[in-house]
């Protein structure tokens, strides 16, 4: 969230009231800033450009005195073979919320269009489980972070990763799946004795489902969204499949 709120944040405000400019879009991860301005039909395209240079050289003062000096540069496209973007925001609603919204209708809805080729998604944020591992007990068995590592990877679980919360003593992993049974989980052995007991995940960790982290924050004229980039099959109609997808959006509505 540091480059979200120390570099995109300041920088979006900044161009925000730039005459010629439709909607502002970006795209915050690790180190990355990514910043797309659409400009408005008719606009002075190289007038708003300059006017958006000027503003960053102002708000270069603003930034963090580690970040790269920020550029602006003109493209015809971000891929020349995408024929539309899709951005899905809501003032109401979190990340999580459109996640779910987006990949339960509306990803699917795109791809089964004829003529769409490929759909890729930005800030989607995917149901994942969420192991809330007690430092404390861990301590008490004997049991290392890697022999929890090793026992979910012998179960074919990829850890993508967590975070220590020293407060109350846990770690926290998050692990992009879809099980069958939360159940399943808790019950991996994790270390195994001959004369006591197994002991379980359960016996360390509370296993919930939840949400996975953000690698990437994606904001649409400052609010929480999800942006779809739709691509066409080669030998597709582009008019016409262009014209399907906006019908798709429109039937959308507001939220």
Known sequence: QFMEQEVTTPIEEAIDNINGIDTVR??????????????????????????????????????????NEPVAELEDSQDANAIMYIGLYSNKHNESWLSSYYSHGIENALKQIPG????????????????????????????????????????????????VHNKDQSYVIAINAKPSSIESFRNIVIKQFKNRD???????????????TLTQITRINGYPGV???????????????ASKVKKLVQQQGTF
């Open 116 to 163: 769409v080729g490929k759909v890729n998604t930005l800030g989607l944020q995917e149901q994942a489980i969420n192991i809330n591992l007690n430092l404390q007990k861990m301590a008490e068995f004997q049991i290392t972070f890697e022999q929890v590592k090793e026992a979910l990877e012998e179960m074919n679980v990829s850890v993508e990763g967590g975070t």
């Open 26 to 67: 970006s795209v915050s991860s690790l180190g990355t800033s990514h910043i797309h301005v659409t400009f408005k039909y008719g606009a002075n395209i190289n007038q708003v450009a300059q006017d958006i240079k000027n503003k960053l050289s102002l708000v270069r003062n603003k930034l963090p005195r580690n970040v």
């Open 198 to 212: 197994n002991v379980y995940l359960k016996d360390i960790a509370t296993v919930a489902l939840g949400q996975s």
């Open 227 to 241: 942006i779809a980039v739709v691509y066409p099959s080669r030998d597709a109609n582009i008019v016409e499949v």
